[in-house]
């Protein structure tokens, strides 16, 4: 707050304890005439019970010239300095100073009871004490009515205050209701409030909280003193710990500030001490004793003591401390601040690591910081070191710097805004040299440790310093390798160099009329512009930062007279720039290439020179709620309603307005060409912060005056050429404009189409993917990297980049639905700037959906344009990997049966271009002649076998092209056409002798069998038996059943199928119990089942001593023998028990033959003596075997 004559050090320990100055007693002679005891017991106003003197003015007259010094004395001078430089003091007028050294602002009260304080640009102070306008303090109230709330305008009661404020307060929803605030205003006005007394500058009484369902009412203990319109010192009972004052406080804060005439007041307690004899004091002494002995008495024994011993120290010195004679002068006057809560609230928050809330907490706490220096308090500064204290402490720095990892994006914001919060109090206008030598001493002892964070993380040093456009600091532009590292703490260091002594600047700032004198001096010309308006030529980021400050500190009249000089100067700028091209272009335009010429953009920038401005300007513009002060935790808000208020008066444009200021340089900024910054967040930020602006311009509701600078704003970015972002030539690797263009096409289409479609396709490029990407698709899930392999560091956001390309065409494309001249526009900036696959795919989807509503009839022009993008699509990722391929195809066939049968047929006929031939055949080709498709299409004959006969050339072309894929495909859409068919089938013969496997071979056998074609069935069946190899332990095999049924189908189909079958099988199968399993399938039932005209089953059963079943019986038993001796090699006692019921299913084959018994003995035999060693499975197989 504006603390007047005596400025304290911002940064100096608070007090201790409550205001206990040592207060001497005078002679009588030199001591002014005192009243009986029984006067000094009246009220508030000074005699009797009254707060006024007999014969007070009527309510609204003007204030006693005694109140309107005591209210300037009681808010500027220590009660000490009051009394040192007057020699008698008339009672009345102490009474005075006493009851106007309350704080009188409930603005004041609030901000030290709530986390978040949402106020108008009123809420600023304007001068003096912030919280103390004048205008807003009525004189004190007649007796027998109501005193009027301090800080509400005269006339208004006590109730009125108290409806007004509370529901102001109340405003922001309930998440507001238990704030401290909120709830100290309900126990004021359920009368819980009793015993209120104030003794000189000490205030205290009861507060009782009402009892609820799980506790009893509770009454506790307040005490508050205060000094200067401010509160020094607290005392409840409840034992609160936090940093605001708790509801009890509040509570009887606001009873003191509402009902003045209802609180008793006292003189210091020394001044009445002063009217007592011995008697009296005497008295007075054994009655406190007694009423608290147990708490005072040693205390009491001790002082007592000390006194009657001559040379005690408290004999040394002259009076005595009395707690209610408010401060000494030496003593700092600032509100109560509990530093050691501050401490812990941060540590607290910090350990949380952005869980739980923590980061909002944190971004709360420095909104107070904030709010602490627009009222120009100085805990502001104090506070702000706590945090900064406990940032610096954070165990976490080490950490990270020890593993070389980056700190989180939510803590890296928190940094950022406690840089710029350092910034803002360094460039106090109105601070001392001693107090900004202490801030800038301790800045630069933290910005000296390891551990400090950098400006921009890996890349701080790369950034221009603060002052880097001031003369004096031209030498100072060395190579930016040779700059030590720049912390977050640096350029609030680099302020040191900046002051507010110029005297153009202070012109400036101090005036509205502030313009050209008629006879200008050669120095003077580059300080005004053509119209006699003044112009601040200074390093754009580092002259935004003196208005951040201004603002910040409560000084917004002067914070927007510098924001309109420095529009004056950027607007100045861009026409000289736009002069310097003119000249130029035609050079430019030849070469196709530019330099950036702005070495430090102003979006993205650590001081956020753009949002200051328009905050600046937007709050002057801000319609002010019925409830001036809004109290929440929850962060709730509602969008803010803005009026145009004209620029002050004095300037030649006077139809210009605070809000089109506003966004004039807001596009102004956005529109600025500049350098994509190195390091993942740096360039994150530069996105977060552009989102942020746009957020804060689509607030604003666009009417003829804004939409007039929006479409002037627009052509000057249009023609700004290297300057400007959106110009006809830009950098390669220039900040692309898709968001912000994304913004200016949806503002500007109901008004100038033309113009917001010119702008939006300018905008579609992305230079540094254009003039390096190669013809290749360049998409992969995730953009997270750029695909130009020579420059680094990379573009770690161009994903996000991308996408925002990808979400302005949408836009473009949903605005343009039924115009086809802008489609076929909007489609060609696509194909050409995009290169994302993915991007485009989800475009066409986009489109696809936009033109087939549910309610209503399909817009044909934009379901074309979503099929070209579907076509683009598919040749993009026909020769690469893309997990969403298969998505993609089933898609584009989807899309083109919505545009109709002739894209079927030309998707169809071009499919080699578009699709693999798997996919052409298996989904494409099947999809298109599906029944669904004809029912969908409705679809007459000749149109049905145009698409069926296209789907049979499909089919063959891709047969031969990749015949193990595609045959059987291809035989299924070619089974109506029997030519086809044969071909087809020819395909398959003759790629199973190539690559095709056994499973493929095997499958299409299968299906020919199905379609009735046994023979050739059986002839791929043989193919595939020849392609087969089945090792004696896959007894698992897939295989195995495809061989099961080839054996079935030869069985079937006759004898001699069968003898040329059993050849293949007996090669490829080596597993014996396959070949059991085939053997005794073919002994059940006699050959030649099939019912093959022209052929005979004769019904015999087969033997197995004669071919062909004898070679397979044979080749059965030397599997047995085989398998055997290769399990017992490696067995062990677990599977004994297997290994026997092995050979007992060996033995059921052994049989078949009619000698086979002999062939099994000698068998076990050889077993025995070849495997003696092992006893316990011999012991076994004599068991089960003989």
Same mark, same amino acid.
């Given at each position: 707050?504006?603390?007047?004559?005596?400025?304290?050090?911002?940064?100096?320990?608070?007090? !201790?304890s409550p205001a206990k100055r040592l207060c001497s007693w005078p002679s009588p002679q030199a001591h002014h005439p005192r009243g009986s005891p029984g006067t000094a017991g009246g009220g508030v106003g000074g005699?009797?019970?009254?707060?006024?003197?007999?014969?007070?003015?009527?309510?609204?007259?003007?204030?006693?010239?005694?109140?309107?010094?005591?209210?300037?004395?009681?808010?500027?001078?220590?009660?000490?300095?009051?009394?040192?430089?007057?020699?008698?003091?008339?009672?009345?007028?102490?009474?005075?100073?006493?009851?106007?050294?309350?704080?009188?602002?409930?603005?004041?009260?609030?901000?030290?009871?709530?986390?978040?304080?949402?106020?108008?640009?009123?809420?600023?102070?304007?001068?003096?004490?912030?919280?103390?306008?004048?205008?807003?303090?009525?004189?004190?109230?007649?007796?027998?009515?109501?005193?009027?709330?301090?800080?509400?305008?005269?006339?208004?009661?006590?109730?009125?205050?108290?409806?007004?404020?509370?529901?102001?307060?109340?405003?922001?929803?309930?998440?507001?209701?238990?704030?401290?605030?909120?709830?100290?205003?309900?126990?004021?006005?359920?009368?819980?409030?009793?015993?209120?007394?104030?003794?000189?500058?000490?205030?205290?009484?009861?507060?009782?909280?009402?009892?609820?369902?799980?506790?009893?009412?509770?009454?506790?203990?307040?005490?508050?003193?205060?000094?200067?319109?401010?509160?020094?010192? !607290? #005392?409840?009972?409840?034992?609160?710990?936090?940093?605001?004052?708790?509801?009890?406080?509040?509570?009887?804060?606001?009873?003191?500030?509402?009902?003045?005439?209802?609180?008793?007041?006292?003189?210091?307690?020394?001044?009445?001490?002063?009217?007592?004899?011995?008697?009296?004091?005497?008295?007075?002494?054994?009655?406190?004793?007694?009423?608290?002995?147990?708490?005072?008495?040693?205390?009491?024994?001790?002082?007592?003591?000390?006194?009657?011993?001559?040379?005690?120290?408290?004999?040394?010195?002259?009076?005595?401390?009395?707690?209610?004679?408010?401060?000494?002068?030496? &003593?700092?006057?600032?509100?109560?601040?509990?530093?050691?809560?501050?401490?812990?609230?941060?540590?607290?928050?910090?350990?949380?690591?952005?869980?739980?809330?923590?980061?909002?907490?944190?971004?709360?706490?420095?909104?107070?910081?904030?709010?602490?220096?627009?009222?120009?308090?100085?805990?502001?500064?104090?506070?702000?070191?706590?945090?900064?204290?406990?940032?610096?402490?954070?165990?976490?720095?080490?950490?990270?710097?020890?593993?070389?990892?980056?700190?989180?994006?939510?803590?890296? $914001?928190?940094?950022?805004?406690?840089?710029?919060?350092?910034?803002?109090?360094?460039?106090?206008?109105?601070?001392?040299?001693?107090?900004?030598?202490? +801030?800038?001493?301790?800045?630069?002892?933290?910005?000296?440790?390891?551990?400090?964070?950098?400006?921009?993380?890996?890349?701080?040093?790369?950034?221009?310093?603060?002052?880097?456009?001031?003369?004096?600091?031209?030498?100072?532009?060395?190579?930016?390798?040779?700059?030590?590292?720049?912390?977050?703490?640096?350029?609030?260091?680099?302020?040191?160099?900046?002051? +507010?002594?110029?005297?153009?600047?202070?012109?400036?700032?101090?005036?509205?009329?502030?313009?050209?004198?008629?006879?200008?001096?050669?120095?003077?010309?580059?300080?005004?512009?053509?119209?006699?308006?003044?112009? +601040?030529?200074?390093?754009?980021?580092?002259?935004?930062?003196?208005?951040?400050?201004?603002?910040?500190?409560?000084?917004?009249?002067?914070?927007?007279?510098?924001?309109?000089?420095?529009?004056?100067?950027?607007?100045?700028?861009?026409?000289?720039?736009?002069?310097?091209? *003119?000249?130029?272009?035609?050079?430019?335009?030849?070469?196709?290439?530019?330099?950036?010429?702005?070495?430090?953009?102003?979006?993205?920038?650590?001081?956020?020179?753009?949002?200051?401005?328009?905050?600046?300007?937007?709050?002057?513009?801000?319609?002010?709620?019925?409830?001036?002060?809004?109290?929440?935790?929850?962060?709730?808000?509602?969008?803010?309603?803005?009026?145009?208020?004209?620029?002050?008066?004095?300037?030649?444009?006077?139809?210009?307005?605070?809000?089109?200021?506003?966004?004039?340089?807001?596009?102004?900024?956005?529109?600025?060409?500049?350098?994509?910054?190195?390091?993942?967040?740096?360039?994150?930020?530069?996105?977060?912060?552009?989102?942020?602006?746009?957020?804060?311009?689509?607030?604003?509701?666009?009417?003829?005056?804004?939409?007039?600078?929006?479409?002037?704003?627009?052509?000057?970015?249009?023609?700004?050429?290297?300057?400007?972002?959106?110009?006809?030539?830009?950098?390669?690797?220039?900040?692309?404009?898709?968001?912000?263009?994304k913004y200016l096409f949806s503002a500007l289409l109901p008004h100038d189409p033309d113009l917001s479609y010119k702008l939006a396709l300018r905008a579609m490029r992305l230079p540094v993917l254009e003039n390096?990407?190669?013809?290749?698709?360049?998409?992969?899930?995730?953009?997270?990297?750029?695909?130009?392999?020579?420059?680094?560091?990379?573009?770690?956001?161009?994903?996000?980049?991308?996408?925002?390309?990808?979400?302005?065409?949408?836009?473009?494309?949903?605005?343009? *639905?039924?115009?086809?001249?802008?489609?076929?526009?909007?489609?060609?900036?696509?194909?050409?700037?995009?290169? /994302?696959?993915?991007?485009?795919?989800?475009?066409? $989807?986009?489109?696809?959906?936009?033109?087939?509503?549910? &309610?209503?009839?399909?817009?044909?022009?934009?379901?074309?344009?979503?099929?070209?993008?579907?076509?683009?699509?598919?040749?993009?990722?026909?020769?690469?990997?893309? +997990?969403?391929?298969?998505?993609?195809?089933?898609?584009?066939?989807?899309?083109?049966?919505?545009?109709?049968?002739?894209?079927?047929?030309?998707?169809?006929?071009?499919?080699?271009?578009?699709?693999?031939?798997?996919?052409?055949?298996?989904?494409?080709?099947?999809?298109?002649?599906?029944?669904?498709?004809?029912?969908?299409?409705?679809?007459?004959?000749?149109?049905?076998?145009?698409?069926?006969?296209?789907?049979?050339?499909?089919?063959?072309?891709?047969?031969?092209?990749?015949?193990?894929?595609?045959?059987?495909?291809?035989?299924?859409?070619?089974?109506?056409?029997?030519?086809?068919?044969?071909?087809?089938?020819?395909?398959?013969?003759?790629?199973?002798?190539?690559?095709?496997?056994?499973?493929?071979?095997?499958?299409?056998?299968?299906?020919?069998?199905?379609?009735?074609?046994?023979?050739?069935?059986?002839?791929?069946?043989?193919?595939?038996? /020849?392609?087969?190899?089945?090792?004696?332990?896959?007894?698992?095999?897939?295989?195995?059943?495809?061989?099961?049924?080839?054996?079935?189908?030869?069985?079937?189909?006759?004898?001699?199928?069968?003898?040329?079958?059993?050849?293949?099988?007996?090669?490829?199968?080596?597993?014996?119990?396959?070949?059991?399993?085939?053997?005794?399938?073919?002994?059940?039932?006699?050959?030649?089942?099939?019912?093959?005209?022209?052929?005979?089953?004769?019904? *015999?059963?087969?033997? #197995?001593?004669?071919?062909?079943?004898?070679?397979?019986?044979?080749?059965?038993?030397?599997?047995?023998?085989?398998?055997?001796?290769?399990?017992?090699?490696?067995?062990?006692?677990?599977?004994?028990?297997?290994?026997?019921?092995?050979?007992?299913?060996?033995?059921?084959?052994?049989?078949?033959?009619?000698?086979?018994?002999?062939?099994?003995?000698?068998?076990?035999?050889?077993?025995?003596?070849?495997?003696?060693?092992?006893?316990?499975?011999?012991?076994?197989?004599?068991?089960?075997?003989?």
């Open positions: 707050m504006a603390e007047g004559g005596e400025r304290e050090e911002l940064l100096s320990p608070p007090p !201790v005699v009797g019970s009254s707060c006024l003197a007999p014969g007070a003015r009527p309510h609204l007259q003007p204030e006693s010239l005694l109140d309107c010094s005591a209210k300037t004395v009681a808010e500027k001078w220590a009660y000490e300095r009051v009394e040192e430089r007057f020699e008698r003091i008339p009672e009345p007028v102490q009474r005075r100073i006493v009851y106007w050294s309350f704080p009188r602002n409930e603005r004041e009260i609030c901000m030290y009871s709530s986390f978040q304080y949402r106020g108008g640009p009123g809420a600023s102070a304007t001068g003096g004490s912030a919280g103390a306008l004048p205008a807003e303090e009525g004189p004190p109230p007649p007796p027998g009515t109501a005193a009027p709330a301090a800080g509400s305008a005269p006339g208004t009661a006590a109730a009125g205050a108290s409806s007004g404020l509370g529901a102001g307060a109340g405003a922001a929803g309930g998440g507001g209701e238990g704030l401290p605030f909120r709830r100290g205003i309900r126990l004021l006005d359920s009368g819980s409030v009793e015993n209120v007394l104030q003794v000189g500058f000490h205030l205290s009484g009861t507060v009782t909280e009402p009892a609820t369902a799980s506790e009893p009412a509770m009454t506790y203990k307040v005490a508050i003193s205060f000094d200067r319109c401010k509160i020094t010192s !607290v #005392t409840c009972g409840c034992g609160n710990k936090d940093i605001f004052y708790c509801a009890h406080v509040v509570a009887l804060s606001l009873y003191r500030i509402r009902k003045p005439d209802q609180v008793k007041l006292r003189l210091p307690i020394s001044e009445t001490l002063f009217q007592m004899n011995r008697d009296q004091l005497q008295k007075f002494i054994q009655y406190l004793i007694t009423a608290h002995h147990t708490e005072v008495l040693p205390t009491a024994q001790k002082l007592a003591d000390e006194i009657l011993s001559s040379n005690s120290e408290i004999n040394q010195v002259n009076g005595a401390p009395d707690p209610t004679a408010g401060a000494s002068i030496d &003593d700092e006057n600032c509100w109560h601040l509990d530093e050691e809560q501050v401490k812990e609230q941060v540590k607290l928050f910090l350990s949380q690591g952005g869980y739980y809330g923590s980061g909002k907490q944190l971004n709360s706490m420095f909104a107070k910081v904030r709010e602490m220096l627009r009222m120009r308090d100085s805990n502001g500064a104090r506070m702000l070191t706590l945090i900064t204290e406990q940032f610096m402490a954070d165990p976490r720095l080490t950490l990270w710097r020890q593993q070389g990892t980056s700190m989180t994006d939510k803590c890296r $914001q928190l940094w950022d805004e406690l840089g710029a919060l350092w910034v803002c109090i360094i460039l106090n206008p109105h601070c001392k040299l001693e107090e900004k030598s202490c +801030w800038l001493q301790q800045l630069q002892k933290w910005s000296d440790l390891d551990v400090c964070p950098l400006e921009d993380g890996n890349y701080g040093h790369e950034l221009p310093n603060i002052t880097n456009a001031l003369p004096q600091n031209v030498s100072h532009s060395a190579d930016s390798l040779s700059r030590p590292r720049r912390t977050v703490f640096t350029r609030a260091i680099e302020g040191r160099e900046l002051h +507010w002594q110029d005297s153009h600047l202070q012109r400036i700032i101090s005036s509205d009329i502030y313009t050209a004198p008629a006879c200008q001096r050669e120095s003077e010309r580059l300080l005004f512009n053509s119209h006699g308006q003044p112009l +601040w030529l200074e390093h754009v980021p580092t002259a935004c930062a003196r208005v951040d400050a201004l603002r910040s500190h409560g000084y917004p009249k002067e914070a927007l007279r510098l924001t309109v000089a420095i529009i004056n100067t950027l607007r100045l700028q861009q026409r000289r720039q736009l002069e310097i091209y *003119k000249h130029q272009k035609k050079e430019l335009l030849q070469r196709g290439t530019t330099t950036i010429t702005n070495l430090e953009g102003w979006v993205g920038h650590p001081l956020d020179p753009i949002g200051c401005l328009f905050l600046t300007l937007t709050e002057a513009c801000r319609l002010n709620d019925d409830g001036y002060m809004e109290v929440s935790d929850m962060n709730e808000s509602r969008l803010p309603v803005y009026q145009h208020v004209p620029v002050a008066a004095g300037y030649t444009n006077s139809s210009e307005s605070y809000l089109s200021l506003a966004l004039e340089v807001a596009l102004m900024g956005m529109g600025q060409q500049r350098v994509m910054p190195e390091g993942l967040y740096a360039q994150d930020k530069v996105c977060r912060n552009e989102e942020h602006l746009l957020s804060h311009l689509q607030e604003l509701q666009l009417d003829d005056e804004l939409v007039q600078t929006l479409q002037k704003q627009c052509v000057l970015l249009l023609e700004g050429g290297p300057f400007s972002g959106l110009g006809e030539i830009i950098h390669r690797e220039s900040v692309p404009m898709h968001t912000f263009a390096s990407a190669s013809a290749a698709d360049t998409s992969h899930p995730h953009h997270m990297v750029s695909v130009v392999p020579s420059r680094y560091p990379r573009w770690f956001t161009l994903g996000h980049l991308e996408s925002q390309q990808c979400e302005l065409a949408s836009t473009m494309l949903t605005a343009a *639905k039924g115009d086809t001249h802008r489609l076929r526009t909007i489609l060609e900036a696509i194909q050409k700037h995009i290169h /994302s696959s993915s991007l485009i795919f989800k475009l066409a $989807q986009d489109a696809f959906k936009i033109a087939t509503p549910t &309610d209503c009839s399909t817009d044909s022009t934009l379901l074309n344009v979503a099929l070209e993008l579907g076509l683009q699509v598919m040749r993009m990722t026909l020769s690469t990997l893309n +997990w969403r391929r298969r998505e993609m195809v089933r898609w584009l066939v989807t899309c083109a049966t919505e545009v109709g049968v002739r894209a079927l047929v030309s998707i169809l006929q071009s499919w080699y271009t578009l699709f693999t031939p798997t996919e052409a055949t298996s989904i494409v080709a099947a999809t298109a002649v599906s029944h669904t498709t004809i029912l969908r299409l409705s679809l007459d004959y000749p149109q049905r076998e145009e698409l069926a006969s296209c789907a049979r050339t499909l089919a063959l072309q891709c047969a031969m092209k990749d015949p193990q894929s595609c045959a059987l495909s291809a035989l299924t859409l070619c089974e109506k056409d029997h030519i086809a068919f044969e071909a087809a089938y020819q395909i398959a013969i003759d790629a199973a002798a190539g690559g095709m496997t056994h499973s493929q071979l095997f499958t299409i056998a299968r299906y020919m069998e199905l379609r009735g074609y046994p023979l050739r069935a059986f002839k791929l069946a043989s193919l595939a038996m /020849s392609h087969l190899n089945l090792a004696y332990n896959q007894d698992t095999h897939p295989a195995i059943n495809d061989v099961l049924w080839a054996c079935a189908l030869s069985h079937s189909l006759g004898k001699n199928e069968l003898a040329a079958l059993i050849p293949l099988v007996v090669k490829s199968v080596h597993c014996a119990t396959v070949l059991s399993d085939i053997l005794r399938r073919c002994t059940v039932t006699a050959p030649g089942l099939a019912g093959i005209p022209g052929r005979r089953s004769s019904g *015999k059963l087969m033997s #197995t001593d004669k071919a062909p079943l004898r070679q397979l019986l044979d080749a059965t038993i030397n599997a047995y023998i085989n398998t055997t001796h290769s399990r017992l090699t490696h067995i062990s006692p677990r599977h004994y028990g297997e290994f026997i019921e092995f050979l007992s299913k060996a033995r059921e084959t052994f049989l078949l033959p009619q000698d086979g018994h002999l062939q099994f003995a000698q068998f076990i035999d050889n077993l025995k003596q070849i495997y003696k060693g092992k006893k316990k499975l011999m012991l076994l197989v004599r068991e089960r075997f003989g």
